[in-house]
């Protein structure tokens, strides 16, 4: 059993606002693939990205990042800080924003730099939801050949009808123009790393999982963890949730701005509750400061406090698995 908990308006990041819309299919030119290092226009390489990172195919996306950028996190590091897809779901997923459309809403150019604020409409397959299994890419890829042929098909008819639930969003990318072409800088020299972890009682009734846990933050611009807590017990459990941060100091800095997980959780034996919060760090931020947010669960009877920010005591054991 799967439920969500959003005690508060769920907040997108990185797509801006996001608005579900039942609209006609989406009919764009297709633009081919844009090669590393491409020497294309600026802007068919921002579009390149941005459909690599909605399809979350991140090995492709990091071939179109800056050399700054990579001099900071190597493409394995990338790879595993992201929720990447693989297999039949990558395929499905790509195959939906073959149809995405992108256009600039406004645009500035140099010779070896460009801005774009760029806004995109792209089909969600939400009408086949269940047949997706709510994008679990472990079912998805253990469909049959057969079964999957027949998803894509669906898919297919759907465009064809003329009407298909898309979701559009706004983004702002910026572009370096590099020896071998255009790449997207993300200056993650001058980021924050804010690595999640978790403090699992000692009962093992309790299994968390980071959809991923390891950000590059900005400072003053949101970022939002998704994750999922199962109750592996035969019985119902409280669960309460505190944040620890390390190292201490930077406690005053961090400001939780959606409360996904502030109340103890009710958990029904078997239940996968799936949460998301999200967080501003603020203040006066060396580049390259790394924070550590620990969350640490523990099992009592149901209160309704609220959770604290606190500092992490010394030898507490954490897994930071995602």
């Not at 039949?88 to 149809?99: C, P, Q």
């Amino acid at each position: 059993m799967v439920s969500r908990l959003f005690s508060c308006k769920k907040l997108l990041f990185a797509t801006g606002l996001v608005l579900v819309l039942l609209l006609g299919a989406v009919v764009d030119h297709p633009v081919s693939a844009v090669s590393e290092g491409s020497k294309e226009i600026p802007f068919q390489l921002a579009e390149s990205y941005l459909k690599a990172i909605q399809a979350r195919d991140f090995a492709t996306a990091y071939s179109y990042i800056s050399d700054v950028d990579r001099g900071v996190r190597d493409k394995a590091n990338y790879l595993r800080s992201q929720e990447n897809l693989s297999g039949f779901a990558l395929e499905l997923s790509k195959r939906l924003t073959a149809n995405m459309k992108v256009w600039a809403i406004h645009q500035k150019l140099s010779p070896d730099k460009a801005h774009f604020d760029l806004g995109y409409r792209v089909p969600t397959g939400d009408e086949i939801s269940a047949q997706l299994f709510d994008w679990n890419a472990t079912k998805l890829n253990s469909l049959s050949w057969s079964d999957q042929r027949q998803i894509l098909k669906t898919l297919e008819d759907l465009g064809k009808s003329g009407r298909m639930i898309t979701l559009q969003g706004y983004e702002s990318l910026d572009l370096v123009r590099q020896k071998d072409g255009w790449r997207i800088f993300l200056d993650w020299p001058s980021r924050s790393r804010v690595i999640f972890k978790s403090i699992q009682p000692a009962s093992r009734e309790l299994e968390v999982d980071f959809l991923r846990n390891d950000f590059l933050v900005a400072v003053n611009e949101p970022f939002q963890i998704d994750f999922t807590v199962k109750n592996k017990s035969p019985h119902a459990l409280v669960a309460r949730l505190n944040h620890l941060i390390e190292p201490r100091r930077l406690a005053k800095n961090l400001e939780m701005i959606a409360c996904g997980s502030l109340l103890p959780l009710q958990l029904r034996a078997g239940e996968i509750r799936e949460i998301s919060s999200a967080y501003i760090l603020g203040g006066s931020l060396a580049p390259k400061t790394q924070v550590s947010i620990i969350y640490q669960f523990t099992l009592e009877p149901g209160t309704t406090t609220r959770a604290t920010f606190q500092s992490s005591k010394a030898n507490l054991p954490y897994s930071d698995d995602k």
